[in-house]
């Protein structure tokens, strides 16, 4: 129920134009066209909530979102690795991604959307081992499951949990996900729901 009003709040470029850190923030995280804004409306059950779109590496801009109990937030963080991005608003992404993490107090959590077909990409484990350095839960959503069979959805996840790099982080949960078939939905709700302290 906590997740059906939700509400935009803000969008910042910068740390510092965040919203005051004070509360609790899950933030999501993935590679462009990953599935993440999909991810995002399936879970807030909103159709255009985060906006889901074809043109890859377009939002730049930390997105905040309000839920409806107070000083609960859900972050958008700007999609990456889109090869045609100009490499200082590569670094630039890098910078303000790893300060996100390591600096942000609310942040309780890191979800991170990965195609189930391309999953830990480099930027991808970037950003795990930023949230690892920051002890940061971490739940990983193998999304578009709807496109593999059930045999290869499970051996996917099973690499995946047994990746060195997450068989050895601290909490750490894979979840195989569908924006389609709403599949983890619940499952995604609960991990949220849990980090936030709802
Ligand atoms: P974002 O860039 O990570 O926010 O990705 P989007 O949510 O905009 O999704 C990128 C593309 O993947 C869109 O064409 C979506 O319709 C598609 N997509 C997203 N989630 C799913 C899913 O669970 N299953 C399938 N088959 N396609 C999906």
Redesign the pocket.
Known sequence: PYFQQVTFLSAAAQLKQAPTDCGYEVAFA?????????????ICQQRHL?????T?GRTQQLIFFNLAVENRRLV?LP?YGFARVALSIKLQWQTVMASYLQQRVSLRGLVM?M?CRHPLTELDRQMIEWSQIAALPLLVLL?????LSRGAMEKTRLAVQRDPLLFNATTVEVLT?????G?GRDAAQAWLAKQLEL
């Open positions: 993935g590679r462009s066209n990953a599935g993440k804004s999909s991810a995002i409306n399936v985060a906006r889901t779109s074809k890859p958008d999609g959307v195609d999304t578009k499951a709807d496109k996900f569908s924006a389609h078939t599949q």
